[in-house]
C-alpha cells in the first residue's frame, strides 16, 4: 500500500482504536475500584464509630476535592495529563493497599480512616480535571463525542459494578479484602496508562501566553474560560443542571421510596431504570459518533429531563416510576456526554486543565452541597415541591443554553 493511499484513510474510529480502548480500560478499572473502595470505607466506618461519625469520614473527602480542584487543572495543564493521572492512581493503589493491611492486622482508629478519605480528596482534585484532559491527545476532534459515549458506559460500570463487588468481597474476607481489591483495581489501571502514547499539543496562543507563577496560569485560564462565547455559557449550564440534578436523584429518591412505601427494593429498581437509560444513551452515543445540533439538542435535552423528574414525585406507581428514572438517565445521559464534548472540542487543548477543572467543580465540588437542603426541604415541604423546584432549575439550565446564540448553534466536529 502506497503512502499516498495511507495518507488518504479515513481515521479509525474511537471504539478500534487501540489507544482509546486502553484508556478506557484503565479509567474504568480505576472507577470500579473507586467504588470498591467507598463500600469498604463506609462499612469500616460504621463499624469502627457512631453513624454521625461515620458520615464525617465519608464526607471529609469533598473539602479537598472542592478547594483544591482548580488547582488540579493548572497541574494538569503543567505537567500533562497522563502523568498527574498515572501519578493518582500509583498514590491511590498504595494508600489503599496499605489500608487493606492495616484493616487486616487490626480496627483503624476514626481518624485514620478520616486521614485516608482526606488524602482520596486530594488525589481527586488532580485526577477528575487530569482525566478529562486526556480525550483530545488521543482521539481526533470528530471522535470525542465517541469517546465521551464510551466514557460514560466506563462511568456506568463504575457504579454497576464497583459497589455489589465491594460488598461481596466484604462477605467473603472483611473490610480488608474489600480494600484489597480495590488496590488491585487501581493498580490495573497503571500498566495501561503507561502503555498509553499521546499526540503532543499544538504550539498555540494560550502555551505562549502562560505565565510563570501557579496563580497566574489559573487567572489566565479563567479569563480564557469567561471571554469564550460557547465555553462560558456552557459551565453555566453544567453547574445549573447538576445543581438541580443532584439533589433528587443522590438524597430525594431514598426519601420518595420511603414515602410510597416503595422500600429499598423499590429505590433499586428506580436506580436500575435511571443506569439503564444512561448507560443506553452512552451506548448510543459511542456507536452513533456524532449527534447533529449539538447544542439545541443539549438544552433541548435538558429541559424535557426536567420534565421527567418533575413527575417523578407525583407518580404513586412504582413501575411508572422507574419508566420516568429510565427517561431521566436517558436524557441526562445524553445532555452530559453532550456538554463534555463539546467542551472538549470548542477549548484551546492548552487550557483543558483548567476548563475541566471549573466544570468538575461544579460537577462534584459544589453540587453536592445541595444534599443537605433538599433532604431539609423534603422533609418540611413534602418530595414534591421539591422535586418541581429542582426540575425547575435543570430546565432553567437547558433554557439557558437554548438562549446563547453561540451555544444553541454549537456543532460537533463531523
Not at 495529563?81 to 501519578?87: C, D, E, F, K, L
Not at 445549573?240 to 423499590?266: K, M, T, Y
Request: hydrophobic share 55%; with cysteine; glycine share 14%.
Amino acid at each position: 500500500m502506497t503512502a499516498a493511499v495511507l495518507a488518504a484513510a479515513p481515521p479509525r474510529p474511537a471504539h478500534r482504536d487501540p489507544r482509546v480502548l486502553r484508556w478506557l480500560g484503565a479509567y474504568t478499572a480505576s472507577t470500579v475500584g473507586d467504588g470498591v473502595y467507598h463500600l469498604a470505607l463506609s462499612w469500616t466506618a460504621v463499624s469502627s464509630g457512631s453513624p454521625a461519625q461515620a458520615g464525617l469520614v465519608m464526607a471529609i473527602s469533598a473539602v479537598p476535592r472542592a478547594l483544591l480542584m482548580l488547582g488540579g487543572g493548572v497541574v494538569a495543564d503543567r505537567f500533562g495529563p497522563r502523568r498527574v493521572v498515572i501519578v493518582s492512581d500509583a498514590v491511590r493503589c498504595l494508600v489503599v493497599l496499605a489500608l487493606a493491611a492495616l484493616v487486616l492486622a487490626t480496627t483503624p482508629a476514626l481518624w485514620t480512616l478520616a486521614a485516608v478519605a482526606l488524602v482520596f480528596g486530594v488525589l481527586d482534585a488532580l485526577f477528575l480535571p487530569a482525566v478529562g484532559s486526556l480525550p483530545p491527545r488521543m482521539a481526533p476532534r470528530d471522535q470525542l463525542a465517541r469517546v465521551q459515549g464510551m466514557r460514560g458506559l466506563g462511568q456506568r460500570a463504575g457504579a454497576v459494578l464497583g459497589a455489589p463487588l465491594g460488598g461481596l468481597a466484604v462477605a467473603l474476607g472483611g473490610p480488608g479484602a474489600a480494600f484489597a481489591a480495590a488496590g488491585l483495581l487501581f493498580a490495573l489501571s497503571l500498566p495501561l496508562l503507561l502503555g498509553l502514547r499521546l499526540d503532543p499539543l499544538p504550539t498555540d496562543a494560550g502555551a505562549r501566553g502562560r505565565k510563570n507563577t501557579a496563580l497566574g496560569d489559573l487567572a489566565d485560564g479563567l479569563r480564557y474560560l469567561r471571554g469564550h462565547r460557547v465555553l462560558g455559557p456552557l459551565v453555566i449550564v453544567i453547574a445549573l443542571s447538576d445543581l438541580g440534578f443532584v439533589g433528587p436523584l443522590n438524597v430525594g429518591l431514598a426519601l420518595l421510596s420511603d414515602q410510597r412505601g416503595w422500600g429499598a427494593s423499590g429505590i433499586g429498581w428506580v436506580l436500575a431504570g435511571f443506569g439503564t437509560g444512561a448507560a443506553a444513551s452512552s451506548l448510543l452515543l459511542g456507536v452513533k459518533g456524532r449527534v447533529p445540533r449539538a447544542g439545541a439538542v443539549l438544552g433541548g435535552t435538558m429541559v424535557l429531563g426536567a420534565v421527567s423528574v418533575a413527575a417523578l414525585a407525583h407518580t404513586p406507581l412504582l413501575p411508572v416510576a422507574v419508566f420516568l428514572a429510565l427517561s431521566v438517565g436517558l436524557l441526562a445521559g445524553l445532555s452530559g456526554a453532550l456538554a463534555g464534548a463539546l467542551l472538549q472540542t470548542e477549548c484551546d487543548p492548552a487550557y483543558l486543565g483548567r476548563v475541566s477543572a471549573v466544570a468538575s467543580l461544579c460537577s462534584l465540588g459544589l453540587a453536592p452541597l445541595s444534599f443537605p437542603a433538599t433532604g431539609a426541604a423534603i422533609g418540611l415541604w413534602g418530595p414534591g415541591p421539591v422535586f418541581v423546584a429542582s426540575a425547575a432549575v435543570c430546565a432553567l439550565a437547558g433554557v439557558h443554553g437554548l438562549l446563547v446564540p453561540a451555544l444553541r448553534r454549537a456543532e460537533l466536529p463531523k
